[in-house]
C-alpha cells in the first residue's frame, strides 16, 4: 500500500511566522503534489515536482515555496504565513511522470491568527 | 477559467437507490479522468478512472460514463449505502503533456439516508 504521510494534521501559526509543512512518501514515487482544499473551491494545485531538485508552479503558486532535496520528500514552505493562507493543505504523489492517480496523505489543517 | 465543473454542490439520495454525480469539462485535451471521494479529516482517496479511449467502466458498485462529443463524465453508484455519503472529486488530465497534472473539480457533496 502506498504511504504518504504529512508532518501534522493540525497547526496553528501567528501572522508573520514562517511555516514548514513536510510531505513523505514511501513509494518510490517520481511526481509529488501539494494542494489546499476551501469550501467551494475544490482542490486547488499550489505546487509539484516531477524530480528531486525540480519544480513547477501550479495554479496558485503566489505566498508558497517548495522543497525536494530527496525523492520521497516533499516541503511546501510559506515564507510570511497570512490569515488568507488557513486552509487544509494536502499532499500527494504518483508513481510515473505521466500517471495521473495520486496517492494523497491525510492533510494539515493549518490555522493562521 | 474552471476547466473542470461540478455543478451541483450537493445531492441527497435514499439508500439502496442510484446515486449520478456529474462533471463537465471544457479542455479538449484531457484525455483521463478520474473521481476521488472525501471524508472530512481525510484526504481524498481514488475511486474510478476512465481513459477517454471508452466510453464505461465498472468496479463494483461504481461505474463512470463519458460522453467525449459533449465533454461529460458521470458516476453511477448502485446501490448507495450510508457509507457512500462523502464529497466527490472529478479530476482531469492530458496525458500528451510532459507530466501528470490534475485539474479537479470544486467537489459535490453525496448524504446516503438510512
Known amino acids: 500500500d502506498v504511504k504518504v504521510t504529512q508532518s501534522s494534521r493540525y497547526l496553528v501559526k501567528r501572522t508573520g511566522e514562517k511555516v514548514f509543512l513536510e510531505c513523505v512518501q514511501d513509494?518510490?514515487?517520481?511526481?509529488m503534489f501539494w494542494y489546499r482544499q476551501d469550501p467551494g473551491l475544490g482542490l486547488r494545485l499550489i505546487y509539484f515536482?516531477?524530480?528531486?531538485?525540480?519544480?513547477e508552479k501550479g495554479d496558485i503558486p503566489e505566498g508558497y515555496s517548495v522543497s525536494r532535496e530527496k525523492k520521497e520528500r516533499f516541503s511546501l514552505i510559506l515564507e510570511s504565513a497570512s490569515t488568507n493562507q488557513t486552509s487544509m493543505y494536502l499532499c500527494?504523489?504518483?508513481?510515473?511522470?505521466?500517471?495521473?492517480?495520486?496517492?494523497f496523505g491525510p492533510g494539515t489543517r493549518l490555522t493562521v491568527t | 477559467d474552471q476547466q473542470v465543473k461540478q455543478n451541483s454542490p450537493s445531492l441527497s439520495v435514499q439508500e439502496g437507490r442510484i446515486s449520478i454525480l456529474n462533471c463537465d469539462y471544457t479542455?479538449?485535451?484531457?484525455?483521463?479522468f478520474l473521481w476521488y471521494k472525501k471524508y472530512p479529516a481525510e484526504g481524498p482517496t481514488f475511486l474510478i478512472s476512465i481513459s477517454s479511449i471508452k466510453d464505461k467502466n465498472e468496479d463494483g458498485r461504481f461505474t463512470v460514463f463519458l460522453n467525449k462529443s459533449a465533454k461529460h463524465l458521470s458516476l453511477h453508484i448502485v446501490p448507495s449505502q450510508p457509507g457512500d455519503s462523502a464529497v466527490y472529486f472529478c479530476a482531469a488530465s492530458a496525458h500528451a503533456g510532459a507530466n501528470s497534472k490534475l485539474t479537479f473539480g470544486k467537489g459535490i457533496t453525496l448524504s446516503v439516508r438510512p
Open positions: 513509494m518510490d514515487h517520481e511526481n
Open positions: 515536482s516531477y524530480d528531486v531538485k525540480m519544480k
Open positions: 479542455n479538449s485535451m484531457f484525455d483521463y
Open positions: 500527494a504523489s504518483s508513481l510515473l511522470r505521466l500517471a495521473s492517480e495520486q496517492y
